[in-house]
């Protein structure tokens, strides 16, 4: 893990929310979340107290699962830990980023095709306006969408590169890794920073990413919990 003072790294989605995409942001007290429909990403402090715990219920409602993300501690009492995965965050360190002459913009209309992919290979969450948070490449082989990335989280200074995923079809041909190198090079274009995630049990990629030029920078966790049904009773 990172020691010293905060960065923007560190809690990505209020980041994230509290700047270029605030616009997107949905605020209840200190907590702020993206629309259900764009992403499932929800922004807590650094260290939530019970009134922050309280306005998660509020925003998620009684029995909702939600992402924490930025969050590295138990939830409390009542809550149910429902998922768990250490993750590993990682950061441009020498990319050799370049356009692609085959990638081409993805929007809107879109969407039903990139759904499809994503449900045939499971990247992480996509939803029908995930594509409004930047910039999505993706390559087509006879009309069809066979492989894709785009841009996700939004701190200052820096995008997250997300949704990287090949039809089974196509894997092996490097049209994952010519899009990574194509959404860092239209980040690096307006002077930020890519940084990207993953699974810290996912070799596969983590072999890729710093062969590509990706440098880990902390490790982290993707941590979900459900909200009780009951809460408390406020003490008054």
């Known amino acids: 893990m990172t020691t010293g003072a905060p960065h923007v790294l560190d809690n990505p989605a209020l980041a994230s929310l509290t700047g270029p995409h605030a616009h997107f942001a949905e605020k209840r007290g200190r ?30 409602g009684p029995g909702t699962e939600v992402p924490l993300t930025g969050f590295a501690g138990p939830p409390p009492q009542g809550w ?15 990319l050799a980023a370049a356009p692609d002459p085959e990638a081409v913009r993805l929007g809107p209309a879109d969407v039903p095709e990139i759904l499809d992919l994503i449900a045939r290979t499971r990247p992480g969450p996509f939803l029908p306006r995930t594509v409004e948070m930047g ?10 969408l066979v492989a894709m990335a785009g841009e996700r989280l939004h701190p200052p200074g820096w995008t997250e590169i997300s949704a990287v995923c090949s039809d089974p079809a196509v894997r092996g041909q490097g049209l994952a890794t010519r899009l990574i190198l194509a959404v860092a090079h239209g980040v690096r274009q307006r002077g930020e920073t890519p940084f990207l995630h993953t699974g810290a049990g996912n070799t596969q990629a983590i072999r890729l990413y710093e062969s590509l030029g990706f440098r880990l920078r902390r490790t982290t966790a993707f941590l979900a919990a459900r909200v009780p049904e009951r809460l408390p009773e406020a003490v008054s």
């Open 135 to 144: 910039t999505y490449l993706g390559i087509r082989r006879e009309g069809a």
């Open 80 to 94: 149910e830990v429902t998922f768990h995965v250490e993750g590993v965050q990682f950061v441009d360190d020498g």
């Open 31 to 60: 907590i702020l979340r993206y629309p259900v429909d764009v992403s499932p990403w929800l922004a807590m402090p650094d260290e939530p107290d019970a009134g922050d715990w309280a306005d998660v219920a509020a925003l998620a």
